[in-house]
T-cell receptor, first 111, second 112 residues
Framework: KQEVTQIPAALSVPEGENLVLNCSFT??????LQWFRQDPGKGLTSLLL???SQREQTSGRLNASLDKSSGRSTLYIAASQPGDSATYLC??????????WGAGTKLIIKP | DAGITQSPRHKVTETGTPVTLRCHQT?????MYWYRQDPGHGLRLIHY???????DKGEVSDGYSVSRSKTEDFLLTLESATSSQTSVYFC???????????FGPGTRLLVL
């Protein structure tokens, strides 16, 4: 059974720092991997989708990488801002096209 | 933002009563999903739909039923609400299987 783990569960960094969020999964047979952010009391917003054949995707200050063989993905945030404070969730789409979710990393950017 | 609305946004009900949550989309997406989000469990799929009148079960479907009579509407019914169904419920849509999902704002349900 596919399991998705995100470490750390929480992270607090000063504004302006570059940071990396980690996501690991147990079964490399994935269709794609998706990163979302969730603001308190709100729904989820899609950030990036990496197809299983891709190594990385970029959107603005965000860069997501995928290493299927090792079961890992990272989300790199450059020059962090207080507005980046949110919970970041990773999800893999398995061979049945279902999203399997990690528990998320709560990120706090201190001004 | 994708046009997805959920109603009601907040609801308090009593154990044993039926509850229906509504998801409405204006994007004409084929796939619609219902999730619940609980501390310590993350997001879990309840049911999903791949077309009008076409639905299937997710990971935690017991005690829930769904219906989709129109492309734009997906209803989630708690047949007899229990305290364990207190949660935040999210609707999502996607254009195809495995594609990016777009989420609604959520419904907070409290079952007393």
């Amino acid at each position: 059974k596919q399991e998705v783990t995100q470490i750390p569960a929480a992270l607090s960094v000063p504004e302006g720092e570059n940071l990396v969020l980690n996501c690991s999964f147990t079964d490399s047979a994935i269709y794609n991997l998706q990163w979302f952010r969730q603001d308190p009391g709100k729904g989820l917003t899609s950030l990036l989708l990496i197809q299983s054949s891709q190594r990385e995707q970029t959107s603005g200050r965000l860069n997501a990488s995928l290493d299927k063989s090792s079961g890992r993905s990272t989300l790199y945030i450059a020059a962090s801002q207080p507005g980046d404070s949110a919970t970041y969730l990773c999800a893999v789409v398995d061979s049945n096209y279902q999203l399997i979710w990690g528990a998320g990393t709560k990120l706090i950017i201190k001004p | 933002d994708a046009g997805i609305t959920q109603s009601p946004r907040h609801k308090v009900t009593e154990t044993g009563t039926p509850v229906t949550l509504r998801c409405h989309q204006t994007e004409n997406h084929r796939y619609m999903y219902w999730y619940r989000q609980d501390p310590g469990h993350g997001l879990r799929l309840i049911h999903y739909s791949y077309g009008v009148k076409d639905t299937d079960k997710g990971e935690v479907s017991d005690g829930y039923s769904v219906s989709r009579s129109k492309t734009e509407d997906f209803l989630l019914t708690l047949e007899s609400a229990t305290s364990s169904q207190t949660s935040v419920y999210f609707c999502a849509i996607s254009g195809g299987r495995g594609e990016t999902q777009y989420f609604g704002p959520g419904t907070r349900l409290l079952v007393l």
